[in-house]
């Protein structure tokens, strides 16, 4: 059994530091939603599937609502996209991963966290700062990770169904055969749909876009303790389509005209993925896994007369081994991986396809001691037919001075090609003009982005009139070497990109205060304090859209377990954000232009659980329910095709109050 245990380890987190990870995951998903290890090397917080019950986390992208390390806004006015950012810094700047394979980057990076439902999570890693070399070498401000459940551990029949007052509705089914002792086999069927038009602000534009989606996943797992052999395959397919803009658009009298503006953005995509490993028989401490990945992402999109097409094929492909020295104090992990990626990509009438490859091998040492202190080395060579030849670093070591206390520090460095216009989209649905300015680069005619990121993190467990409490300190600061710049401050006519000419850099402080008031009532609380500067043309400035001071509060309560399984639950957000400085827009006329800083605002959410049974359970919850919206989202909405309509000056909610209702029902 203990070899099994292990080798499981190594399939589910087989880009991840060590062995510890699965072990942890497993405890606490027994005790709290939200759980920080005092053991673990990195700075990671495990998301478990409790935790995405307690808000109407209806894809990836909206799970993150009650964890304090994420924010979450929206990406413009228009497309209801939610974007995350970690230390005040957007996910392009993340490496986000599922099940320890590369997922959301290139022509996903804009939508590609909705792509994922909520019910096929079974748990989430965030890991603050320069992620593994292991994972590769994009990650510059972080990891996120995600756990899909397992064939092995689903249960028979699972049906969750949701309907909210966006008029957007959701049903999800989940089937799995356990096929024998070794083989178990597991069908997720996804679908959601938004059938009604809704102007809440009265500006002639829709709040949410109309639109539907079918996402499907078969996966297979095989697992044999015996001879130590664990493989899983996969299967995925999704199809979304959205529609936005005027109210009274036609698309079928009105697309291509100036008659009204509208949008669609419509996303075909196929994955296929494959892991397989193998424990050494008699060396439950040694193993080799493969993963191979194969997608195709298809986006066909147009922004009123603006065209967008994306068309990314990539393959991905990772060998590693695992193996100790001299004993299990000393680790060490080992091998090469390969990215191919081929972008068939058009802005209007302009051919910007490429092809990009990569080749690399990294190495990793850890030295893994629970009592006090632990220690992960690593490097990686890699070649990228754009990016050139270059040297990975990394470093994260943790250190227990005293009983229920740990520090943590990092470093690393990270290197990517940023992906201009998969990444800026909101930008297409606007007047603004595209213009790069440099053009000696290999990417659009930009260089590669750098940054090095280091940080650290102080966590105490303690009582506090005989209640568990913990608090944390971390502070992170992100230096670019050099930086794509997206510049929205030189005209609201325009968007420039071009590498950075003088300083770029985040500085991000986290201040964490958690306790259990009363057995099963916990109050968890954060503040945050983002100094985001950066060199543009015209001098220097904060990043635009983001508050420099967020305050989170999350109080959850829990009835005790009744007869049966009887159980009510209840969950409440809040989320303040200070002033943000917004893009310039003095040379508007008065009636579109916006303030140099928005307001300060808070944004409640709240639900209420009721569990019938271990098998049926019922829910009902708000977002927003305080119902505050930017007053002005769509600049020049009465004339869309003018040169002052802008959608992507976005720094609050526009829908304003949404209520939603569901049920889950498990055949077990």
């Known amino acids: 059994m203990k070899k099994t245990i292990v080798f499981l380890s190594l399939v589910f987190s087989i880009t991840t530091f060590s062995q510890e990870k699965l072990d942890e995951v497993k405890i606490v998903t027994k005790k709290k ?14 998301v478990t599937s409790k935790e995405l019950l307690k808000a109407a986390c209806c894809n990836l992208a909206e799970s993150f609502e009650t964890n304090p390390s994420i924010d979450v806004n929206f990406a413009d006015a228009l497309t209801g996209t939610k974007q995350i950012k970690m230390l005040g810094l957007t996910s392009p700047y ?4 599922e099940e320890n394979i590369p997922s959301v980057r290139g022509a996903s990076q804009a939508y590609g966290l909705s792509f994922t439902p909520g019910t096929w999570v079974e748990s989430i890693q965030i890991t603050k700062g320069a992620g593994s070399v292991v994972n590769g070498y994009e990650s510059i401000s972080g990891q996120i990770n995600t756990e899909l459940i397992k064939p092995m551990k689903d249960i028979p029949f699972f049906l969750n169904a949701y309907g909210s007052t966006d008029s957007r509705f959701e049903l999800n089914t989940h089937f799995n055969k356990k096929i024998s002792d070794k083989w178990a086999t597991s069908l997720y069927v996804h679908g959601n749909t938004r059938v009604s038009k809704n102007d809440m602000n009265d500006d002639g534009f829709l709040d949410n876009p109309l639109a539907k989606q079918i996402n499907l996943v078969n ?22 389509e959205k529609q936005t803009g005027e109210i009274d658009f036609d698309k079928k009298r009105d697309k291509g005209t100036t008659n009204f503006w509208s949008s669609e953005i419509n996303t075909e995509r196929f994955d296929f993925a494959s892991k397989i490993g193998y424990v050494f028989k008699d060396m439950p401490y040694q193993s080799i896994g493969f993963q191979n990945a194969f997608s195709n992402h298809n986006q066909q999109s147009y922004f009123g007369l603006n065209n967008y097409n994306i068309k990314q094929q990539s393959y991905y492909s990772n060998i590693i081994f695992n193996s100790i020295i001299d004993n299990t104090i000393n ?21 910007v396809s490429r092809t990009d490859n990569s080749a690399g091998a990294f190495f990793e040492y850890t030295y893994d001691n629970n009592d006090k202190f632990s220690l992960i080395l690593g490097g990686r060579l890699d070649y990228h037919n754009r990016l050139g030849v270059f040297i990975t670093p990394r470093l994260h070591a943790r250190y227990n001075p005293w009983e229920k206390g740990v520090v943590r520090f990092s470093i690393g460095r990270g290197k990517r090609a940023a992906n201009i216009f998969a990444e800026n989209q909101q930008f297409f649905a606007s007047s603004r003009v595209f213009s790069i300015l440099d053009t000696g680069g290999k990417i659009y005619g930009l260089n590669p982005e750098i940054a090095w990121n280091y940080g650290m993190s102080l966590t105490q467990n303690f009582k506090l009139f005989g209640k568990s409490a913990d608090a944390t300190v971390d502070f992170y600061r992100t230096d670019f070497q050099n930086q794509a710049i997206v510049d929205v401050l030189q005209s609201p006519q325009q968007v420039l990109f071009y590498d950075l000419k003088g300083k770029s850099f985040a500085n991000s402080l986290q201040l964490d205060f958690n306790i259990e008031l009363i057995k099963h009532f916990n109050l968890r609380t954060a503040y945050k304090y983002y100094d985001i500067e950066t060199d543009y043309l015209s001098g220097n400035f904060q990043r635009p859209l983001q508050a420099k001071h967020r305050l989170f509060a999350n109080l959850e309560f829990e009835t005790h377990i009744i007869e049966k399984g009887k159980q009510w639950k209840f969950d409440y957000t809040i989320n303040w954000l200070g002033k943000q400085q917004l893009p310039i827009t003095s040379s508007n006329p008065e009636i579109d232009r916006l303030p140099t800083f928005s307001p300060s605002f808070a944004v409640m959410n709240a639900q209420i ?4 049974s271990s098998t049926f359970e019922m829910y009902v919850g708000g977002e927003n329910i305080g119902n505050y919206r930017q007053k002005k989202a769509v600049l020049g909405s009465n004339n869309p095709f ?3 309509f802008d959608t992507s000056i976005v720094f609050a909610p526009v829908f304003g109050q949404m209520y939603y209702a569901g049920l889950r029902f498990k055949i077990k």
Do not use: C, H
Request: a positive charge; charged letters at 15%; zero cysteines.
């Open 33 to 46: 939603g939200l759980q920080k290890s005092l053991t673990k090397v990195t700075n990671t917080t495990v």
């Open 94 to 97: 993340l490496m986000i991963t």
């Open 219 to 240: 996966r297979w797992q095989y697992a044999n303790p015996e001879t130590g052999w664990v493989s899983f395959i996969n299967f995925k397919y999704m199809n979304d």
């Open 331 to 351: 680790k060490f992990s080992t091998g090469v991986n390969f990215t191919y990626d081929n972008y068939s990509e058009f802005v209007n009438t302009f051919d």
């Open 609 to 612: 659980t009721r569990t019938f």
């Open 642 to 644: 003018g040169s002052t």
